[in-house]
């Protein structure tokens, strides 16, 4: 007898598991859209390198603003986004983006970095707007990068 008890257990935990017959779970359809889930929509950078934030960017609150521009800032620490593409990836990657659907602007890492600089000066000025904390963004970047985590 005990040594049917583990393949008892086994067979009550799959049991278990089973769906029950004529069980349809319910839809999500139709219940109220989460704002967050969507992608945002983002801005572009004018003529003069400046950042024009999209109504979707306005409308995000304090907190988001904040949590956008720190994310953007650690981004740019990751070991792995300061690697410079050689010329010939570059070059690749700009004749190929096309064929993708992704912008031959992403080939240019210092075009990126601009962006993303004037991405993170507009959130700011939009926090100091609405009379939100800002974020020191030089003493931000000037922080060495952190190394790996040890968990």
């Known amino acids: 007898m005990l040594r049917r008890l583990p393949a008892v257990a086994a067979l ?3 049991a278990s598991c089973a769906a029950v017959p004529g069980y349809t779970p319910p839809a999500l359809e139709g219940k109220h859209e989460n704002k967050l889930a969507k992608p ?3 801005g572009e950078v004018g003529a003069g390198g400046r950042y ?9 609150d304090c907190k988001r603003l904040t949590g956008s521009i720190q994310i953007t800032i650690r981004r740019r620490e990751d070991p792995l986004g300061r690697q ?14 096309p064929f993708y659907g992704s912008s ?3 080939a240019d890492r210092q075009t990126v970095y601009g962006r993303e600089r004037a991405k993170i000066e507009a959130y700011n000025d939009e ?18 990068p952190e190394g790996p985590k040890k968990y």
């Open 12 to 14: 009550l935990f799959l």
């Open 40 to 42: 945002l929509e983002s």
């Open 52 to 60: 024009e934030m999209s109504a979707n960017e306005r409308a995000m």
């Open 84 to 97: 410079e593409a050689s010329a010939t990836s570059a070059t690749a990657q700009t004749m190929t983006s």
């Open 104 to 106: 031959p602007k992403t």
């Open 127 to 144: 926090l100091s707007a609405r009379g939100c904390k800002t974020v020191d963004i030089e003493a931000e970047l000037a922080k060495p």
